[in-house]
């Protein structure tokens, strides 16, 4: 079975400040992992995908995650905030594919002018 | 539409009525797929069709749940004797092949059962 840990559900950094979001997942077999995330009033987007090529990954608006077997992560990073990144990110496994995406809780991340 | 249609987008009901909440998939996605959040957690997968047969239906909680798509096109998810425990939002989304890489989610559509 697949699951991830998102520690933080709650992450409020300045503008212009480097923007982490952790995600740690367990898997049975070589995982695809994902990143989407949720403006209010609007449905889930992609930001980004592991699909065991390059193990860093660059999505859109400027966000990156690196796979790291060893420490079984996937974490989100932007090296400058923008308070249009303000929503709610889920990070999420699978065992390939899209079909039976497993999502964690989800992390709010706030933009402090 | 450009994008995943779902209605209504709020529905709410009393305990032991039936629900239905549709889903209109973008235009030649062929997969689609029903996922439920609740409040605080993530999405949590319900079923996925492959055209007009329901693929994988391994999350659907019990047998009040059931959900069809006819004509491989738009689909209906169907609660029978509502509960206050299936108070969430129902999330459908589609993808254009199966494995393609990136589903495209709906708004949602917010079930409460009083």
């Known amino acids: 079975a697949q699951s991830v840990t998102q520690l933080g559900s709650h992450v409020s950094v300045s503008e212009g400040a480097l923007v982490l979001l952790r995600c740690n997942y367990s898997?049975?077999?070589?995982?695809?992992l994902f990143w989407y995330v949720q403006y209010p009033n609007q449905g889930l987007q992609l930001l980004l995908k592991y699909t065991s090529a390059a193990t860093l990954v660059k999505g859109i608006n400027g966000f990156e995650a690196e796979f790291k077997k060893s420490e079984t992560s996937f974490h989100l990073t932007k090296p400058s905030a923008h308070m249009s990144d303000a929503a709610e990110y889920f990070c999420a496994v699978s065992k390939g594919g899209v079909e039976k995406l497993t999502f964690g809780t989800g992390t709010r991340l706030t933009i402090i002018p | 539409g450009a994008g995943v249609s779902q209605t209504p987008s709020n529905k709410v009901t009393e305990k032991g009525k039936y629900v239905e909440l549709r889903c209109d998939p973008i235009s030649g996605h062929t997969a689609l797929y029903w996922y439920r959040q609740s409040l605080g957690q993530g999405p949590e997968f319900l079923i996925y069709?492959?055209?007009?047969?329901?693929?994988?239906d391994s999350g659907l909680p019990n047998d009040r749940f059931f959900a069809v798509r006819p004509e491989g096109s738009v689909s209906t998810l169907k609660i029978q004797r509502t509960e206050r425990g299936d108070s969430a939002v129902y999330l459908c989304a589609s993808s254009f092949a199966q494995g393609a890489g990136e589903l495209f989610f709906g708004e949602g559509s917010r079930l409460t059962v009083l």
């Open positions: 898997s049975s077999v070589p995982p695809y």
């Open positions: 069709f492959q055209g007009t047969g329901a693929a994988d």
